[in-house]
Each structure stands twice: as C-alpha cells, then as structure tokens.
C-alpha cells in the first residue's frame, strides 16, 4: 500500500516517528508521501524522506493557511527543494475558505504560482480544497492540461463536486473520513463512483483517524498503520475486495508519483 498524504513532521510524532515507520511497514505499507505544508515543513519531510529512501517520499508546498507568508523567494526554495530526487510533487497547495487563516486573495495567488511551478518543473500537484470549490476549479481549469497529473487530497465534496475534478482529469484521495459515520455518509455512497485509475487512498495523519476502529486505540493520534482498515472501509462501500483495492491503488499511486517498485 501507498499512503499518499502523511503529515509526518507533526509534533504528534516526535516521540516515536521511527516506530510509526516500523507500524507502517509491519501494516502492508510500503510508501508514504510525507505532506510538505509550508517552506518549514517541506524542508523537513524532504529531509525525513532522504534519510528512508524507498519508502518516504515528499512533496513541496505552502498550504493555503500558511499563503500569508508566500513571496518570491518562497518560491524560489520550493523550486530548488523540488530538484531534490526523494521530491515528487508540488504542494499541498490549494484553497481553504473555511478557516480563511490566509487573505482569500493571498490564497489564490500562492496557489496559481504553486500550479505555474508544477507546470514548469514538469511534477504532479498534491491539492487542498474546502469550502472553496467554484474558485479552485476557475483556478485550476486553465493550468490543467499543463501539468501531468493533479491529485485533490482528502476528498469529502458533493456528487457535483465529485463529477468536476474527474471531469477534469484529477485523481481522488480518500482518506478515513469514510469510516465516520456521523460524518461520512455521502462519502460511502460516492467512493463508487470514482474510477479506479483515479482512487488514490491516505491516512492525512495524524488527523482523521478512523472513527470505527476496533478495539479503539487509546491515542486519537492517526497513524500510516491504519490504512489498511481505510482500504478495507473503501472496498467495502465499492463492493470490491480489499486485495483488489489495494492493488489498483498502489498501482495508481505509483504511476502518478513516478515510484520506483
């Protein structure tokens, strides 16, 4: 399996990082993507991916929260991380007009100069969208046929939502936001309707962790551990075997991170 959004240089990890790799591996888990979410951030997953190659992998971004602090020279260092080999894509970049932590205009830019830079370097783009569908999509519309391949992490839209991204040729990332059965009824029914070459699937740990777990963990940290339990909840809601899912995933994730098996 390959988890492709894991936000590994949390706090929430600095006790015991070396353990949540060895979990992961023990768990069926044989990629992360560590999620880079501002200059900071992405030069420290960039790092942590370094130092375990073939199994981290990093990307390069500045999230729409932290768009406030994005310049020129910020893009300049997210240009010269990319060049790193352990890099694989740009972002997390995008929009969040729920929290509004940045300037909505702020946002905006941060996230067409992150697309520009796709574009230029020739990477995927790892995407963020809440609560800002319309304007993510005129954003990204005219950049689309620009990059080779765009990924909206962390997937919980509406149908209509839903039928935009894939119509635009974006990949779905589906984390355990389907386990929550308070929250992720729609999603259970959606998830069907994603193609298969299209369904990546993630952790986003330590948020989110599965709500249906059992026997519960006393930590609500989330962990890359866990996504087997999220492949099984998907494969579920699709009708498919979780040996089925989780190989056309891994496949799927591979293809558009260009990994190495």
Not at 156 to 183: F, M, P, Q, S, V
């Amino acid at each position: 399996m390959i988890d492709i959004g894991v936000n590994l240089t949390s706090s929430q990890f600095d006790k015991d990082r070396e353990a949540v790799l060895d979990r992961a591996w023990a768990a069926g888990v044989t990629g992360l993507v560590l999620t880079g979410t501002s200059l900071t951030e992405s030069r420290a997953v960039a790092e942590l991916a370094a130092a375990h190659p073939g199994l981290c992998y990093a990307t390069a971004g500045v999230h729409p929260h932290d768009a406030k602090t994005f310049d020129y020279a910020t893009l300049s260092e997210l240009r010269r991380l990319a060049a790193r080999p352990q890099v694989v894509a740009i972002g997390e970049c995008g929009l969040d007009f729920n929290r509004d932590f940045s300037p909505r205009p702020q946002q905006e830019a941060a996230f067409e100069a992150q697309l520009a830079l796709a574009a230029e370097l020739q990477l995927p783009v790892f995407m963020h969208c809440r609560d800002a569908h319309e304007r993510f999509m005129a954003i990204l519309a005219p950049w689309r046929d620009r990059l080779p391949a765009a990924v909206l992490h962390c997937f919980t839209g509406t149908e209509a939502e839903l039928n935009d991204c894939l119509a635009l040729d974006l990949h779905i990332g589906i984390t355990g936001w389907i386990c929550d059965e308070r929250r992720g009824g729609e999603l259970q029914r959606l998830v069907s309707l994603i193609p298969a070459e299209r369904l990546m699937i993630e952790t986003d740990s330590p948020y989110l962790i599965p709500r249906d777990l059992s026997p519960k963990p006393a930590s609500r940290r989330n962990e890359p551990a866990y996504l087997p339990h999220i492949a099984g909840r998907i494969a579920a809601c699709r009708g498919e075997h979780t040996a089925g899912l989780i190989a056309a995933t891994t496949a799927t994730s591979r293809a558009f991170f260009q990994l190495q098996e």
